[in-house]
Each structure stands twice: as C-alpha cells, then as structure tokens.
C-alpha cells in the first residue's frame, strides 16, 4: 500500500481512474486487521491495489468525503464517491466486492 501524503490527499483521488483508498487510524485494532486482509487481496492481485490514508493527519478529506468511521475502503471514480465499505467481513467477502472495481 502506498501511503496517501499531507499536499496531495485530496489530488491523488480526483486523478485515479477508480480510486481504492484504505482509511485507518495508527490504534485502532479492527483498523489492523482490516489492513491484513487488504495486503492478503494484493498479493493475490500480485500488486499495489490500495492507497493508504491515515484519518488522523487527513481531517479534510474525511470531511470532504463525509467518512464516518474506520477502518473504511473509499472506492471513487475521478474523486467521485462509488462506494464506502466499512464492514471488512473476510479476505473472500472483500475479494468479491473489490472484483468489480479491480481488473486481474
């Protein structure tokens, strides 16, 4: 995962085609786990899918893009919400709701 800087948060969204954005805080546990099953869907994909936007140095964008806990996947089209998954149930659930946003 790459993570998301301070100057171009809200930028790198609006670029990105379809925009996977993982969006944590540093100690939050569920946060983690969520995090592990993201990394586990990459290396499956056999590459960097996600951003990585931690919501404490972002206050901004979490208002801009009205999130309202984490950990959440922010999915967008050219800055534009497409979907908010805050519910990281399994690593297949995940896998199965990112495959229509993710080209093997």
Same mark, same amino acid.
């Given at each position: 995962?790459?993570?998301?800087?301070?100057? +171009?948060?809200?930028?790198?969204?609006?670029? *990105?085609? =379809?925009?996977?954005?993982? =969006?944590? #805080?540093? %100690?939050?546990?569920?946060?983690?786990?969520? @995090?592990?099953?993201?990394?586990? =869907?990459?290396?499956?994909?056999? @590459?960097?899918?996600?951003?990585?936007?931690?919501?404490?140095?972002?206050?901004?964008?979490?208002? #801009?893009? *009205?999130?309202? +806990? $984490?950990?959440?996947?922010? $999915? #967008?089209?050219?800055?534009? =919400? $497409?979907?908010?998954?805050?519910? %990281?149930? +399994? $690593?297949?659930?995940?896998?199965?709701?990112? +495959?229509?946003?993710?080209?093997?």
């Amino acid at each position: 995962m790459q993570e998301i800087d301070n100057k +171009s948060a809200g930028h790198e969204l609006e670029e *990105q085609n =379809i925009g996977l954005t993982y =969006i944590h #805080t540093p %100690f939050c546990g569920t946060c983690h786990l969520a @995090r592990k099953m993201l990394t586990t =869907i990459e290396v499956m994909y056999n @590459r960097e899918l996600f951003k990585e936007c931690n919501a404490s140095l972002h206050p901004d964008l979490m208002k #801009t893009y *009205q999130i309202k +806990s $984490v950990p959440c996947l922010l $999915v #967008t089209h050219h800055g534009e =919400i $497409v979907e908010k998954i805050y519910a %990281f149930h +399994s $690593v297949p659930f995940m896998y199965d709701k990112l +495959s229509e946003y993710v080209k093997k």
